[in-house]
Each structure stands twice: as structure tokens, then as C-alpha cells.
């Protein structure tokens, strides 16, 4: 079993439509998790953090963790075609090892 | 925010060659740097871990002799790439965290080695 599952997707949401991406964890003791953005050809860019569980909202973003699931989900609201990317989770328990899910390819559609 | 720092962001080299990648940590100490490979299409695929001042420790598969990491300082780890093959071409990645724990990984801009 992988430490950090997502669905490779691709997803698809219209403009202005919610997006939710989900990830789950084999790990129960991780502690921190982390959802980042990668465009083609480009770095990831970390864009949200969570740490208790409970949802966590920057901006058109929210995360969602339930450690008892072991589950963590990403929700983007008023998606825009710039949002079209791949979205890595990533999971960690003391932050000597970082577990990256495949990555979910979204595409918000104009 | 934190920023690494990586460069080249792309390099051509010919078969054969040797290439060295840097990777800086500009506004912090990065006691430990993770390095990465990602092919097209592909997740990343962790290569190497490095710490400062001690040897790195590579995953299983990755050619500790042919991928070399020195991590001589808390703000620069290099990688370079050995006797390279177009095998080797690849994007790759350098990430640190800015202090152990919970902070996350903060990645270079990668660069795009192109061996051929």
C-alpha cells in the first residue's frame, strides 16, 4: 500500500465551479500535510498547510483534514483556468521523510 | 516566504559529461535537502536525501556514485550528475525544509538536464 493515495484524474470542473481533490494516508501517526501545485514543466509551489484537523480556508482555498480517516482533501472554490495544474499531497510525520502522493491533474474548463 | 534557490534551470550536455546542479537555501539554514526526478508525465521520485556535514543517503536504485550530493554548508547542496546518458534526462528538483518538524518543503525552480 502507498503512505499517500490520490486519484490521477484528470478532473474536470467548469469556470467557476467548486473543485475537490481528496488524498488519503496509510501513516497514522503523520502530523503535518501539505497540498502543493505543480504547472507543466514547473516546481511544485506549496499552497496550504494543515496540521489539526478540522477544514483550514486561504483565500479560495480550503483544506480539510480528518486524521481519524486519514484523510485530507483540498477544495477550490470559483475555480479559474489558471487552476489547471497538478495538485501533489504530502504527508509527513517528523519531517526527516516527506511522502507524496502521484498528483491529481485538474483542468477548470473556460 | 522561504526560498531555494536552484541553478542551472536548464543545461545541455553532451553523453558522457559530468554536470553539476546547485541548490541554495537563501533565507534560511537547511540542515537537510531532498532531491528529486521527474520525468514527463511522471511523479516526482525522491533520489537522495542530504545532510549537512554527513553523507547522503539515496534511495534504493539511485547510483549513489553516479548522482554525487555535497551538502558542505547549511545553505548549498549540489548534485552532479556523472558520466551522464540520455537516460539521465530528466527535471530535477531540490527541496528543503526551513526547520525540522512540521514546516513544509520548499522546492527550487528545478532544472531540465538534457543529455545528449
Known amino acids: 500500500q502507498k503512505e499517500v493515495e490520490q486519484n490521477s484524474g484528470p478532473l474536470s470542473v467548469p469556470e467557476g465551479a467548486i473543485a475537490s481533490l481528496n488524498c488519503t494516508y496509510s501513516?497514522?501517526?503523520?502530523?503535518?500535510f501539505f497540498w502543493y501545485r505543480q504547472y507543466s514543466g514547473k516546481s511544485p509551489e506549496l499552497i496550504m498547510s494543515?496540521?489539526?484537523?478540522g477544514d483550514k480556508e486561504d483565500g479560495r482555498f480550503t483544506a480539510q483534514l480528518n486524521k481519524a480517516s486519514q484523510y485530507v482533501s483540498l477544495l477550490i472554490r470559483d475555480s479559474q483556468p489558471s487552476d489547471s495544474a497538478t495538485y501533489l499531497c504530502a504527508v509527513t510525520h517528523t519531517g526527516n521523510q516527506f511522502y507524496f502522493g502521484t498528483g491529481t491533474s485538474l483542468t477548470v474548463i473556460p | 516566504g522561504a526560498v531555494v534557490s536552484q541553478h542551472p534551470s536548464w543545461v545541455i550536455c553532451k553523453s558522457g559529461t559530468s554536470v553539476k546542479i546547485e541548490c541554495r537555501s537563501l533565507?534560511?539554514?537547511?540542515?537537510?535537502m531532498f532531491w528529486y526526478r521527474q520525468f514527463p508525465k511522471q511523479s516526482l521520485m525522491l533520489m537522495a536525501t542530504s545532510n549537512e556535514g554527513s553523507k547522503a543517503t539515496y534511495e534504493q536504485g539511485v547510483e549513489k556514485d553516479k548522482f554525487l550530493i555535497n551538502h558542505a554548508s547549511l545553505t548549498l547542496s549540489t548534485l552532479t550528475v556523472t558520466s551522464a546518458h540520455p537516460e539521465d534526462s530528466s527535471f530535477y528538483i531540490c527541496s528543503a525544509p526551513t526547520r525540522q518538524g512540521d514546516s513544509p518543503l520548499h522546492f527550487g525552480n528545478g532544472t531540465r538536464l538534457t543529455v545528449t
Open positions: 494543515i496540521y489539526s484537523n
Open positions: 533565507d534560511f539554514q537547511a540542515t537537510t
Open positions: 501513516d497514522r501517526v503523520s502530523q503535518s
